[in-house]
């Protein structure tokens, strides 16, 4: 059997070609540069998370366990939810595109605020289904009014995403329940909590109480607040159903040996990791508050970051970070992300931000 040669390469779907990749937080370009734009934990590994991921080593030419039961069972009894609720995956966002990938398709809707997490539009494009993003108010908050009246037959989803990145605010509790109430009986509503262990707002979205409802999914990593970042898991709460399709979709061995190993003494450390957790949040209520003595428009940030709404000069006070060895986080035209890490680097931030003045 013959075949006429292709003229040229393997036509990609059209959402695919024009989707713009997903855009990592620069790299600082010098010693003494400080890079600050990516939301990383600052502080190094415990060291018994580090001695496990070492003794991990020894199982590398294995493949590791594809249901992930022992780090399920530890999850499931530190949340107090049913084992059968969990699914894991390559971070929280990878659990968030296995999730759309069975639900959505062409021809359906999400709905998302924006600005938020920059992988909305890269998750919603893949299965095919259609982006539906609903701008922030100004505060930097949801708007929820908004996404709700954005919903019609063909919505499968509504992201929510809380506290938000990159501007900070939390969605209330009361906030989300109304939301769901207003949700029609085939519509989900996904709960983003990458940053949740850094939130100390009492009103903040308590999701994992609204799990009798079987629309509701939450989302969370070990990235952030528990420093494993660079091993790449997170894990979705859901109804059990949703929970099995989304590990059915999921790639066979997405939670490496070490990142299961690094999660499972993560959990018996996080009394420790919670107390780092303290420092960070102090940090950041303490740049907040400096922030707007300087006469920035500082939103109430609840994750590890400070939000500065910069409109047209979001580049311009960027390269003054970078001037100042800081790379941050611009999201040209709205604002600048700014990781929260050690008092030093801190002081260096506020330093540079009293120049934009």
Known sequence: ????????????????????????????????????????????????????????????????????????????????????????????????????????????????????????????NVPG????????????????????????????????????????PCVTHEELTDLLAQLPERTMLVVDEAYIEFATDPEAARPLELLDDPRIAVLRTFSKAWGLA????????????????IRTVTPPFSVSVPAQAAALATLAAREKLLAQVEKTIAERDRMVGRMRGLGFDVPDSQGNFVWLPAADQTDRWAAHFADHGLIVRAYAPDGIRITVSTPEINDRVLDAAAGLR
Request: negative net charge; proline residues 11%; contains cysteine.
């Open 1 to 124: 059997m013959s075949f006429e040669a292709a003229a040229g390469p393997v036509p990609i779907r059209p959402e695919i070609a024009a989707l713009a990749a997903y855009r990592p937080g620069g790299a600082a370009p010098g010693p003494d540069a400080v890079k600050l734009s990516s939301n990383e934990n600052p502080f190094p590994p415990l060291p018994s998370v580090a001695e496990a991921i070492a003794e991990s080593a020894a199982h590398l030419p294995l493949y590791p366990d594809n249901a992930a039961a022992q780090l399920t069972t530890e999850v499931a009894n530190w949340l107090d939810v049913s084992a059968e609720h969990l699914s894991f995956g390559a971070g929280s966002v990878s659990v968030l595109m296995h999730l759309l990938n069975a639900i959505s398709g062409p021809g359906d809707e999400i709905v998302f605020p924006w600005r938020s997490f920059e992988a909305y539009p890269l998750a919603v």
């Open 129 to 168: 289904a259609t982006p539906v993003q609903i701008p922030l108010l100004t505060d930097g908050r949801h708007d929820l009014e908004a996404m709700c009246a954005a919903v019609t037959e063909r919505t499968r989803a509504v992201l929510v995403c809380t506290p938000n990145n990159p501007t900070g």
């Open 230 to 245: 660079g091993f790449r898991i997170g894990y979705g709460i859901t109804h059990p159903t949703l929970a099995a399709a």
